[in-house]
């Protein structure tokens, strides 16, 4: 039966861009099309929100940050995204479009898998989490729903909706854990708390679900599977297959610890482990085909893979599997408000302790009766026209908004913000929301777009650098680079210039760079060879402030007297700049080689070797290749770098 038919976007073009083709799956918050960017000319998969949940502004912030947050994250084992915006009320994403099917298909499949398909699938998806923690985000909704394997063989990671930033330390202030039953952790349950550890718990379970064909805990309702999360620990997966490698078993205990500082601190560290777990076992153990598995899943080994982040699957690709069942509690994204801690085992019989008496079955009937009455009252009066619904008006122009309540006899009060994601103009939530119910008699607050928020830059120029930045701050922008430049005419510490100019208007939160005045350029005069008590008056009398050099070096200037200066002679520098001073140790003094009798090349190397430089005097009537003399004495000192005078021998 075709599943598109009667859905009003197939065949549609959104954005004036997006053509609709095919309907490819439904989920509890939004409906993912194949659809064709006419633009580019490419095949693509657009994720749209349920317009029911397009007034709910919490539902739309999170259908947004999974845009964004997956389009940071440049990866091949990331599904991509490359676009997000809203037309007529429809929410969407636009990201790449993955044609195979979803390790839930291969599971539903196959039943269990080979060890070396369970960890070519695993090493990818920890690959891509792995990415996502180091860029400062948590899935939190791993499971195996979301991973996609291509035609192509590529495992990709899908659906970064619940997704949180790191640093956040994210925890549920409203009370309500946000997951899938069967792949949470513990403290996720216990605490509604998350760091990256919770993917890595996850993936632990993933893994055993591979490996065994079935999940660790089962349950006829999410509670019974809540409580086993918190009070049992995973089972080994060899328990479930017989002969199954150790190695196996310590990787799914490992992820799966019930206190997470037990745990690889993020995907990183589980991939590191895996691969290692993987090098340990032999060929037979990874090639083991488990009774769990069917017929399709005992192929055989595959192909040794090529490398994680961009591998090809060892499944061959599966046609014609069938979608999930709509009913199964436990493969749901599932929302607990105020998580309840999970009841335990009953008691073996009889009431529990402290239990009141049941009360008489006539007082039961009565209350029965009563509650009947109640209700059908509370129907009668919610129905008998004392109420009326909030017709949708999300995204609509004010004025347009505005009659369409006035119509259903309903008031209006309009207050407006700025929105990022919403045309200015138009509505972006409404109080109560669509489809809540309302008095006749009530009035219906809807929020407008003020279009993206604009701060404009302020005028700084000439004000000191501390009094410009608070200015700016408060201006709702942010102090950008800071850099300094000579000026003649503004003040020195003084704002020369900003970029963008006074005047200009920028998102909120835009860096504003400063150009600050140095005052008039000067000029560094030469005190080289000055005493430092003369050359620290002659730099401070110029107006610059002077530093001594705790190290000395050796100079051709006088000991003690001034032998560097940075900045040097010529340069410029403003008032108030700092002028380091060296100290001269006096000549480096150095024993001079004895090279009497020795041939001229010989000597000439001896002695430049030494740090001297050498001049050479020969006879004028038949010169011989013998030093006969030179200016210094073999044995004596003197300073490096000076000159010694050689002379040849003479004579027949």
């Known amino acids: 039966m075709d599943t598109t038919l009667g ?26 099309y194949r659809a064709v960017d006419t633009r580019l000319d490419r095949v693509l998969a657009l994720k749209v929100m349920h317009p029911g949940l397009a007034g709910d502004a919490a539902f739309v912030e999170r259908f947004i940050r999974e845009a964004r947050s997956a389009a940071r994250l440049d990866h091949p084992n990331v599904v991509s995204v490359s676009d997000q915006g809203t037309d007529r009320g429809y929410v969407y994403i636009a990201m790449e479009y993955v044609p195979g099917c979803t390790l839930r298909d291969v599971l539903r499949e196959r039943g269990a898998l080979q060890p070396r398909a369970a960890l070519d699938i695993l090493e990818p998806v920890l690959a891509a989490l792995g990415a996502a923690h180091l860029a400062g985000l948590i899935h939190r909704d791993m499971k195996p729903e979301n991973v996609l394997i291509g035609d192509d063989g590529r495992v990709k990671v899908a659906d970064f909706g619940l997704v949180r930033a790191v640093d956040t330390h994210t925890s549920a202030s409203t009370g309500s854990v946000l997951g899938t039953v069967s792949y949470l952790a513990p403290e996720q349950i216990e605490h509604g708390t998350a760091d990256t550890r919770v993917d890595v718990y996850a993936c632990g379970v993933v893994l055993y679900e591979m490996l065994t064909g079935a999940k660790p805990h089962g349950g006829s309702t999410p509670a019974q599977v809540l409580y086993q999360h918190l009070h ?30 037990d745990r690889p601190a993020d995907a990183a560290a589980m991939l590191a482990l895996v691969r290692a777990a993987r090098e340990a076992l032999s060929d037979e153990q990874l090639d083991a085909v488990p009774p769990q598995a069917s017929s399709a899943g005992a192929a055989g080994p595959a192909a040794p893979p090529t490398g994680s982040e961009d591998r090809t699957s060892v499944l061959p690709r599966l046609v014609g599997a069938p979608p999930a069942p709509a009913d199964d509690a436990l493969n749901r994204t599932t929302r607990l408000d105020h998580p309840p801690v999970p009841p335990g085992p009953p008691p073996a019989g009889g009431p529990r302790p402290g239990r009141r008496p049941l009360p008489r079955r006539g007082l039961l009937i009565a209350l029965a009766a009563v509650l009947a009455v109640l209700v059908g009252s509370g129907v009668w009066y919610v129905n008998s026209g004392q109420f009326t619904k909030v017709p949708a008006v999300l995204d609509m122009p004010q004025d347009k908004a505005e009659k369409e309540l006035g119509k259903a006899g309903l008031g209006v009060k309009v207050k407006q913000e700025f929105s990022d994601t919403v045309e200015r103009g138009r509505v972006t939530a409404t109080d109560p929301a669509t489809g809540e119910r309302i008095r006749n008699t009530g009035k219906v607050t809807i929020t407008v777009s003020r279009g993206p928020a604009r701060s404009e830059v302020p005028n700084v120029i000439g004000m000191g650098l501390d009094a410009a930045k608070r200015k700016i701050e408060g201006a709702g922008l942010a102090v950008g680079d800071v850099g300094t430049q000579f000026s003649d005419e503004t003040p020195q510490g003084a704002v020369l210039a900003t970029d963008p100019k006074a005047g200009a208007e920028r998102r909120p939160d835009t860096p504003v760079a400063l150009t600050v005045s140095k005052g008039p350029a000067l000029d560094v005069p030469d005190v080289t060879g000055q005493s430092v008590a003369a050359a620290t008056t002659a730099l401070r009398d110029k107006g610059f402030e002077v530093e001594v050099s705790g190290t000395q070096v050796f100079s051709d200037k006088p000991k003690d007297a001034v032998a560097e200066q940075s900045p040097g002679k010529g340069a410029k520098a403003a008032k108030g700049d700092k002028i380091t001073i060296t ?70």
């Open 7 to 32: 859905d009003p976007l197939v065949g549609n073009v959104l954005d004036g861009r997006y053509r609709v083709d095919a309907r490819i799956a439904v989920g509890g918050m939004a409906t993912v």
């Open 583 to 652: 100290v001269s140790k006096g000549q480096e003094m150095v024993t001079v080689p004895d090279v009497t009798g020795r041939s001229e090349a010989d000597a000439r190397r001896t002695l430049t070797d030494a740090g001297f430089k050498v001049e050479v005097k020969r006879p004028f009537f038949f010169p011989r290749d013998s030093v006969d003399r030179q200016s210094v004495k073999g044995g004596d000192q003197a300073p490096k770098g000076g000159t010694i005078t050689i002379e040849l021998k003479g004579g027949l």
């Open 232 to 261: 049992e620990d995973v089972p080994a997966p060899s328990a479930a297959v017989p002969g199954l490698a150790p190695g196996l078993d310590a990787l799914v205990a490992g992820a799966t610890a019930r206190d997470p500082r």
